[in-house]
């Protein structure tokens, strides 16, 4: 089915006519429409365009109202101010139009016909290493990006360009040697939890830390050891690969527990580029992007420069030989725009790497591999900050695992389910816990703009007042209890009915989910489509009380009305925190 258009765009267009009707002269203007509180819309377009054409903004105006036919959508117009134009539309026309969207599988949000190819590069854990909090805003709001994108017609690669190469891996791999049994595990075969897996990990990279730091001449042979494993020795291979899969196990047990699908081929860490890096450098130098510098291959740009006022370098590949992030990043980009035919790539990284991606951006620009035609951006977020507003760490100074996190999160979670519930038996307590505390912690982030920092409280995660994602399962369980109580009643629209406020104001807001989920994924901006759904809950809730839908019960037309728009919420709210990768469980 075709878009449905919104009320907004078809307001726009009478006016857009009513326009170029009584003014001519004024070509394709832009009448300049928003949501008011003083109407249901507000153009004030007329206000520039009577500066141009040298009018008076208020007789213009008139001569715009007197110039649109009387129509079915448009039920007032009036002029205000200095030539505002207040527009009220008709009852009919909302639910007429709520109505083509509720027949829509796709609730009306449109499909962008032009849409391209975005390379994702989000949820990034290192090899060897626990996830810990700063892990969880990639994830989260990396993966929202991928369902929206998706959703809006865009196709998506996802990539998670996890930290797997490098020279701790000559410490990690030499150890192993030297100690072959600390990876084997109870029984072979045996199901390893991510835990265990994370455990093992943990425990062998302690003890080969405390051996390179005690130990020259292991020292020594870990550093031959990486020389081997850059080389491709078969065997530091084999034994590197232990490394990824053990982690693999653990990366994907806490992915499970945050709700999110990651899929192995889209798993493509550092050294998934190592083939390329010697090419990458040979075409920078090659081609005049970069210059030998004290035998280092560098980039140089005119405004990065440091605390001395000289030039800071994108070191690409290093005096030793080496190579840095940059070589990696830069050849990924090569493989996502030339191999995979990407159109835009998003990288959501962390705002502290802003300036090491604005200088790789700028490389691939001068290189060729970015133009006109393939974008790359980033999607920068800001710090998880404690309660106190300071970077988030345990008693103990130590950085907070995420699994605790999480965990914490579903035991909070649990208990409010527990205290609400009425008729729920354990197991179904666990899982609204879980399906409750994960969208939670998933929410408090994307509803805050991702650049900005955000506090990590818990109490208020979970509570069922304000801005929380409680507060909108919360709505959307109501909804579905008012349908378990409605008996032979059916949710059927009815344009010839008179409109109460709430239900017109409720109506007015569901009518706008399609521009929003088209904003959010044009802007990158998940917290639009946060704020949006939280907006229509507190609608809902106040149509909730203000009119009836079961008890006392209303004149039938009127009943079907109202549950006709419960449905539509219902619907939206489920597919627009769909979109946020939250659950939306029918009863709590």
Known sequence: MASVPSLASTVQQRLAEGLS?????????????????????????????????????????????DSIPANDVLKEIEVSG????????????????????????????????????????????????????????SAVIGAAMVEILEFTGETVVRRHHIGDWGTQFGMLIQYLIEHPHELDH?????????????????????????????????KTRARARVVDLQAGDEETLALWQRFVDESKIYFYSVFDKLDMDIRDPDVVGESGYNDMLQETCRILEESGVAVRSEGALCVFFDDVKGPDGNPVPLIVQKSDGGFGYAATDLSAIRDRVLDLKAT?????????????????????RRAGWLNDEVKAVQLAFG??????????????????RLVDLLDEAIDRASAVVREKARDLTEAEIAERGAQVGIGAVKYADLSTSAARD????????????????????????????????????????????????????????LDQFGETVAEAAAEYAPHKLAAYLYQLASLYTTFYDQCPVIKPEPPKEIAENRLFLCDLTARTLHQGMALLGIRTPERL
């Open 21 to 65: 009707a009584a003014l001519p002269e004024a070509g394709s203007a832009d009448p300049l429409l928003r949501r008011s509180d003083r109407a249901d819309f507000q153009a004030n377009g007329i206000l520039a365009l009577a500066k141009r054409l040298k009018g008076n903004p208020r007789e213009l105006a008139t001569k715009v109202v």
């Open 82 to 137: 200095p030539g505002f134009l207040n527009i009220t539309v008709s009852d009919a026309a909302i639910v007429e139009t709520l109505a083509a969207r509720a027949a829509d599988a796709r609730l009306g949000v449109p499909l962008n016909e032009a849409a391209g190819t975005t390379v994702i590069d989000y949820a990034q854990p290192n090899v060897a290493k626990e996830m810990h909090v700063g892990h969880l805003r």
């Open 186 to 218: 109870q029984a072979e075969g045996a199901e390893v939890s991510g835990e265990e897996a994370m455990s093992n990990l943990n425990r062998l990279y302690k003890a080969s830390r405390a051996l390179f730091d005690a130990d020259e001449e292991f």
């Open 344 to 364: 835009s790539l998003l990288y959501v990284v962390d705002a502290r790497q802003s300036l090491h991606f604005k200088m790789v951006f700028e490389t691939a």
């Open 383 to 400: 710090t998880v900050l404690g309660k106190d507003g300071k970077p988030f760490k345990t008693r103990e100074g130590e950085t907070v």
């Open 454 to 509: 955000y506090k990590f409280d818990l109490d208020q995660m979970v509570s069922l007042n304000g801005d929380t994602s409680v507060y909108l399962q919360y709505a959307y369980a109501r909804i579905k209890s008012i349908f378990g109580k409605a008996g032979d009643r059916t949710a059927l629209a009815h344009p010839e009915l008179e409109l109460a406020p709430a239900e017109r104001a409720l109506g007015l807001h």
